[in-house]
Structure formats: structure tokens, C-alpha cells
């Protein structure tokens, strides 16, 4: 009697486990459709607005050339779509970021994890902004000023649409999510995760590696280099003193 009791304890908790991680998996499904909707519809809008859009993005270029050319009937179309699609992504951020605040706040216990977690779903849009504006008034046309003087006496520019935005639309989200590194080493710090001492130890490292992906992002020259990899300095920096005052 006792072992049929048992057992029949045990398979109500195993349906009632199942029958959580289903539940926790249409969460994720519905919240996946919230954000993909969200997407669709602002990427849909940002569309009607692409011209204008495009004409503020080829400012750096027009130095060089007067406007982007076209090398396949396609191309113009891709591009807008390209624009219009990167554009409802950014505009989406918010959306985005509520969608997995809702989805991972029930699952949150702690204070500290809480506030850890809402440091970097609200943070997140202003530092991603500030590191996509950077890249475009300062590394995007020191680049092109240095890769432009290669060719000057011997080629001229035509650029394509297609080239041009795969150019800076890369350069803008690398350094706007490189920019998050305060917000991200502040939520670790306020969930304990890291420490202001263990980023103090790694500052070499993070000064060698800094260099690295300036390299890495940049043209060969020494300027523009110099120009990533000081702001990505001061970002660690940011991050300990980030680190120190979300550590409690």
C-alpha cells in the first residue's frame, strides 16, 4: 500500500515537472514571437524612412565620392532591406530587453540578482547607443580617411551600397556591443559573480587585448588603432569602477 502511494506521489511530481518546464517553454515561445513581431513590424516602418536614413549613414562617404553605386539590379533593394532591418533591430532593443526581463524576473529570488539583472537589460540601450555613435564620428571616417589614402594617386572611389553599409553597419554594432562591457561587469559584480580586484589583476591583459581587436577592427595604422584601443582602456576602467559600486 505504502509503495503504491509512493509511487503514485512520485509520477504526480514528475507530470508536474513536466508540466513546468512545458509551461516554461511556451513562456520562451511566446516571448520569442513578441520580440520577432516586434522585429517585423519596426523594421516594416523603418522602411519608409530608409531614404533618409541612408542619406544621413553616406555623410562620411560623400568626402570621398558623391554617392554609392550599384553593380547588380538587386542591390539597391537588398540594401534597403539590409538598412531597414538593422535599423527595427536597433529600435527593438527595448522590446527586446522587456521581453527577457519578463521572462527571467519570476525565476530571479535574490535582490542581488534582481538588480543585477535590471543593471543590465537597462543599461544596456544607452551604452550600445553611445558605442554605435562613436564608431560613426570617429572610427568610421578616420578609417576611411586612412584606407582612401592608399588609392588616391593611382585609383578612384566607387563604392558600393551593398559594401558600404556591410562597412559601417558592422563597425556600429561591434562597438556598440563592445561598449556594454561597464554594464555587463557591473551585473556580475552586483550578482557576485566577479570582483573589482579580479578586474584590477587583469588590466595588462585587457590592455594587450584591447591593441588585438583594434587591429583586428581597424585599418593598418597606428592613429586609428590608438583611437579604438584608448576608449576600449577606458571602458575597463569604467568596468572596475562599475564593478566597485554595484559589488553590494
Same mark, same amino acid.
Given at each position: 500500500?505504502?509503495?503504491?502511494?509512493?509511487?503514485?506521489?512520485?509520477?504526480?511530481?514528475?507530470?508536474?515537472?513536466?508540466?513546468?518546464?512545458?509551461?516554461?517553454?511556451?513562456?520562451?515561445?511566446?516571448?520569442?514571437?513578441?520580440?520577432?513581431?516586434?522585429?517585423?513590424?519596426?523594421?516594416?516602418?523603418?522602411?519608409?524612412?530608409?531614404?533618409?536614413?541612408?542619406?544621413?549613414?553616406?555623410?562620411?562617404?560623400?568626402?570621398?565620392?558623391?554617392?554609392?553605386?550599384?553593380?547588380?539590379?538587386?542591390?539597391?533593394?537588398?540594401?534597403?532591406?539590409?538598412?531597414?532591418?538593422?535599423?527595427?533591430?536597433?529600435?527593438?532593443?527595448?522590446?527586446?530587453?522587456?521581453?527577457?526581463?519578463?521572462?527571467?524576473?519570476?525565476?530571479?529570488?535574490?535582490?542581488?540578482?534582481?538588480?543585477?539583472?535590471?543593471?543590465?537589460?537597462?543599461? /544596456?540601450? !544607452?551604452?550600445?547607443?553611445? @558605442?554605435? $555613435?562613436?564608431?560613426?564620428? +570617429? #572610427?568610421? *571616417?578616420?578609417?576611411? %580617411?586612412?584606407?582612401?589614402?592608399?588609392?588616391?594617386?593611382?585609383?578612384?572611389?566607387?563604392?558600393?551600397?551593398?559594401?558600404?553599409?556591410?562597412?559601417?553597419?558592422?563597425?556600429?554594432?561591434?562597438?556598440?556591443?563592445? /561598449?556594454? !562591457?561597464?554594464?555587463?561587469? @557591473?551585473? $556580475?559584480?552586483?550578482?557576485? +559573480? #566577479?570582483? *573589482?580586484?579580479?578586474? %584590477?589583476?587583469?588590466?595588462?591583459?585587457?590592455?594587450?587585448?584591447?591593441?588585438?581587436?583594434?587591429?583586428?577592427?581597424?585599418?593598418?595604422?597606428?592613429?586609428?588603432?590608438?583611437?579604438?584601443?584608448?576608449?576600449?582602456? /577606458?571602458?575597463?576602467?569604467?568596468?572596475?569602477?562599475?564593478?566597485?559600486?554595484?559589488?553590494?
Amino acid at each position: 500500500m505504502m509503495t503504491q502511494e509512493v509511487q503514485k506521489k512520485t509520477e504526480k511530481n514528475n507530470l508536474e515537472a513536466q508540466q513546468g518546464v512545458i509551461d516554461h517553454l511556451e513562456e520562451l515561445r511566446k516571448r520569442i514571437i513578441l520580440i520577432a513581431a516586434g522585429w517585423i513590424i519596426l523594421s516594416f516602418l523603418s522602411y519608409f524612412f530608409y531614404e533618409s536614413i541612408l542619406h544621413y549613414l553616406i555623410l562620411p562617404l560623400q568626402k570621398y565620392q558623391e554617392k554609392p553605386v550599384f553593380t547588380r539590379p538587386t542591390e539597391p533593394f537588398i540594401a534597403a532591406v539590409k538598412l531597414s532591418a538593422f535599423t527595427g533591430g536597433f529600435l527593438n532593443i527595448p522590446n527586446v530587453l522587456y521581453q527577457v526581463w519578463a521572462f527571467a524576473a519570476p525565476a530571479l529570488v535574490t535582490p542581488r540578482e534582481k538588480r543585477a539583472f535590471a543593471l543590465i537589460i537597462w543599461g /544596456f540601450p !544607452l551604452f550600445f547607443a553611445a @558605442g554605435a $555613435l562613436f564608431a560613426f564620428y +570617429i #572610427i568610421i *571616417p578616420f578609417g576611411m %580617411r586612412i584606407l582612401f589614402s592608399f588609392g588616391k594617386e593611382v585609383m578612384i572611389p566607387l563604392i558600393s551600397i551593398g559594401s558600404y553599409l556591410n562597412f559601417i553597419l558592422l563597425f556600429m554594432l561591434v562597438l556598440g556591443i563592445l /561598449f556594454n !562591457l561597464p554594464v555587463v561587469s @557591473g551585473g $556580475l559584480a552586483s550578482a557576485g +559573480i #566577479i570582483s *573589482p580586484a579580479m578586474l %584590477r589583476s587583469k588590466r595588462r591583459y585587457a590592455i594587450v587585448l584591447s591593441f588585438i581587436l583594434a587591429a583586428i577592427l581597424t585599418p593598418p595604422d597606428v592613429v586609428t588603432q590608438i583611437f579604438v584601443a584608448v576608449p576600449l582602456i /577606458f571602458l575597463y576602467e569604467i568596468s572596475i569602477l562599475f564593478s566597485s559600486f554595484f559589488k553590494n
